[in-house]
């Protein structure tokens, strides 16, 4: 076990706060999925607890291997993985397995797993921002030679997520907002950018109102009117969350003694804020919202301390997003924001999406364990 820890570099208290993520992950999860059980596995709760268990382990090996890359890598890799995501959207968008009226999911053969593409699209993405806004701080407030490049595969990426995904688009869209404006590009560029985001939303919506196929545009319109009403009926997810809240008190029913499970759609993931609370309590769920603070505190101080740019905006992108996506399942939870669909970053029960968020801190921890050895070069010189 010594020798394991030895083996950990970068930043100790991002990895205590991944392990206690995980660790709530695995109660959280086994105390919420008994009607997912009793309706594929005949009531086998193990069966989706060693499931679930097994894709952490996966995360967390692919998080320890991510660290032990020197994150400059990345930087090569970004644009590997940019090239790859996008045609991967475009096909998913054509041909991908559809659930709730959206093409989100490929499965991959042989193991039947489904593989969300826009998880790759935004890890890929981030890491692509990071790179060119690097490479182009000489030329940073210039519109042709910087803001357009950086533009392009932003719009590209969210345009394509977009139709099946709205709340991850308008999530990345953001987090690239908020990368570019770190990277020092032209704010009055920057709210261009957005005005033209809002202008090509509305262009979508507009057609599609216009078709014949209005699925996900109806789904959206349903969750924000449902978010606005009074009658509990419509807005009975909101309804359940809140009842779970209510009843946890400050300090739970404890592990396994939740009631709402019962009652929530989809409590081990768009949920499980809840069903955290209701278990353990506003305590409980204050813990956790500050562990995902504790996450985008320490990813600043990485940022601030990495010695070059692209290390600098690697580690607050993939930090505030993280992050980020975090505080909208939780807002979603507390009934201050719409249904959203966001999973609970290495809470939730996930496949593919945990791996994903596994390689994004096993980036950041890369960051770290640079500036920490080129510290301990200079404190040795």
């Not at 394991?4 to 392990?19: C, E, P, S, T």
């Not at 590209?156 to 688009?169: D, E, H, K, R, Y």
């Not at 509305?202 to 959206?220: C, D, K, L, Q």
């Not at 096993?362 to 920490?372: C, H, T, W």
């Amino acid at each position: 076990m010594q020798a394991l820890f030895k083996n950990l570099k970068g930043d100790r208290v991002i990895w205590a706060v991944v392990l206690f993520l995980g660790i709530l992950s695995i109660l959280a999860v086994y105390s919420s999925i008994v009607s997912l059980a009793y309706k594929y596995q005949d009531g086998n709760t193990e069966y989706f607890l060693f499931k679930h268990g097994f894709i952490l382990i996966v995360g967390f090996g692919l998080m320890y291997a991510a660290h032990k890359l020197n994150y400059k890598y990345y930087s090569r890799i970004s644009q590997l993985a940019i090239f790859i995501a996008v045609p991967l959207l475009l096909f998913t968008l054509l041909t991908g397995a559809s659930i709730n009226d959206a093409s989100r999911w490929l499965v991959i053969p042989v193991i039947n797993q489904t593989f969300q593409t826009s998880d790759l699209a935004k890890l890929a993405l981030i890491m692509f921002l990071a790179r060119m806004l690097s490479k182009k701080q000489e030329v940073i407030k210039d519109f042709n030679s910087a803001f357009v490049p950086i533009m392009i595969p932003i719009l590209a990426v969210c345009g394509l997520i977009l139709p099946a995904n709205f709340s991850t688009a308008a999530m990345l869209f953001t987090t690239s907002v908020v990368i570019m404006f770190i990277g020092r590009i032209n704010l009055k560029y920057i709210i261009s950018m957005i005005g033209i985001g809002v202008v090509l939303l509305s262009v979508f919506i507009a057609i599609v109102v216009n078709s014949n196929y209005t699925g996900r545009v109806e789904t959206w319109k349903n969750r924000i009117e449902n978010f606005m009403s009074d009658d509990s009926e419509s807005n009975y997810q909101a309804e359940q969350s809140k009842i779970a809240i209510a009843t946890g008190g400050p300090l739970g029913k404890g592990p396994g003694g939740s009631t709402q499970r019962n009652f929530l759609p989809h409590p081990y993931s768009d949920f499980i804020y809840a069903i955290v609370i209701e278990e353990y309590g506003i305590l409980g769920g204050f813990t956790l919202l500050l562990l995902y603070l504790i996450l985008l505190y320490r990813g600043i101080i990485i940022s601030i301390k990495a010695p070059r740019t692209f290390g600098s905006l690697l580690a607050v992108g993939l930090s505030f997003s993280l992050v980020f996506q975090a505080m909208i399942n939780m807002a979603v939870a507390v009934n201050l924001f719409p249904v959203t669909g966001q999973p609970l970053p290495m809470v939730s029960m996930g496949g593919t999406s945990i791996w994903f968020t596994c390689l994004a801190v096993g980036i950041i921890l890369s960051v770290s364990r640079s500036v920490y050895e080129e510290e301990k070069e200079v404190a040795n010189a």
